[in-house]
């Protein structure tokens, strides 16, 4: 399948602060997803991109998905510690669903 | 709604024993997948099934045999148990249209120690 590649690996912020999250890949993606995942916890469906160009938000989530659909963003507005865990996109390729391998982020309080 | 249900959720095996991850859902969901993910790694896909009788091979499936006879169930199987196949598996499921799998809604996870 398509490999998409995320960056930073891994993230600590201070409570408050902006955090970001980016996904790449070297070929056109058909759709991307964002999921998160809680420390312990399973991933839970955040959002799907699927045109060029899209942007959508989610309270203080900001999501986006590149005009040449090859790279995604996620954006988190004044970080909270509920915030806390990894965040994975994913793309289809073909009928295989396979992920990035993540951004785990930290905040400190 | 129990959603993506998962069993066992935590399982000890020696080398080379068998053993079968049981997984169902209730949302009549085409499609199905496994997931393998190791200690601050992400996730790997295993297997995937498009519909009951249709599987295929996803990214790391040496080792592991899945079947779906039926729409809600579908098992994973370890032949013969490796130290390397110690992990943390999720089966997911979703809809399935022409661009491919949808929103994926995951179980718990079974914890496998291989020793």
């Known amino acids: 399948g398509q490999q998409v590649m995320q960056i930073p690996q891994y993230q600590h912020v201070q409570e408050g602060e902006d955090f970001t999250t980016y996904c790449n890949s070297s070929t056109t993606l058909s759709n991307i997803q964002w999921y998160k995942q809680r420390p312990g916890g399973h991933p839970v469906f955040l959002i799907q991109l699927v045109k060029s160009g899209e942007v959508k938000k989610q309270k203080r989530l900001t999501f986006q998905f590149g005009e040449a659909k090859k790279n995604s963003s996620l954006h988190i507005t004044a970080t909270q510690t509920t915030d806390v865990g990894t965040y994975f996109c994913g793309n289809n390729a073909g009928n295989m669903l396979t992920f990035g391998g993540g951004t785990r982020l930290m905040v400190k309080p | 709604n129990a959603g993506v249900t998962q069993t066992p959720k935590f399982q000890v095996l020696k080398t080379g024993q068998s053993m079968t991850l049981q997984c169902a859902q209730d949302?009549?969901?085409?499609?199905m997948s496994w997931y393998r993910q190791d200690p601050g790694m992400g996730l790997r896909l295993i297997h995937y099934s498009v519909g009951a009788g249709i599987t295929d091979q996803g990214e790391v499936p040496n080792g592991y045999n899945v079947s779906r006879s039926t729409t809600e169930d579908f098992p994973l199987r370890l032949l013969s148990a490796a130290p390397s196949q110690t992990s943390v598996y999720f089966c997911?499921?979703?809809?399935?249209?022409?661009?491919?799998?949808?929103?994926?809604?995951f179980g718990e996870g079974s914890r496998l120690t291989v020793l």
């Open positions: 949302m009549n969901h085409e499609y």
């Open positions: 997911a499921s979703s809809y399935h249209d022409r661009v491919g799998a949808g929103e994926l809604f």
